[in-house]
């Protein structure tokens, strides 16, 4: 089952959203794959890391990263990956991104015909 929810909201905008995974390898195995920079780069790689090591660190439990896009306007996310057995023997997997207050501070106002004062030209 995978489920993506939005997360909290500023106003009219999301700022982040959560997406629920249940995998069939045990937590160790996807530990080890969120976990090990090796193993990471194979699916996430460190050029889409700001800061390839993690921000914080649960053994076992959760990881957090700060990603960053490769393409204007260069958004930066924190992403958190919490890993829990699940009763199949598997692995519960949530992947929560959310984007930093700088982040969506300028996002928000580099938003076309938003905010910006009217400008008049004269000739």
């Known amino acids: 089952m995978n489920e993506v929810k939005a ?5 009219q905008q999301q700022t982040g959203f959560e997406q629920r995974y249940e995998l069939d390898a045990p937590p160790e195995k996807v530990w080890r794959a969120i976990s090990i920079a090796e193993f990471r780069e194979r699916w996430l790689p460190k050029e889409a890391l700001a800061d390839p090591q993690s921000l914080s660190e649960t053994p076992g439990k959760e990881v957090r990263y700060r990603l ?29 991104h959310e984007l930093t207050d700088a982040t969506f501070e300028r996002l928000t106002r580099s938003v076309a015909n938003s905010n910006s004062p009217t400008l008049m030209l004269a000739a």
């Open 7 to 11: 997360q909290a909201q500023v106003g």
């Open 68 to 96: 960053r896009d490769g393409s204007p306007p260069y958004l930066e996310s924190i992403v958190t990956f919490v890993i829990s057995a699940n009763a199949s023997g598997g692995t519960s997997l949530r992947i929560i």
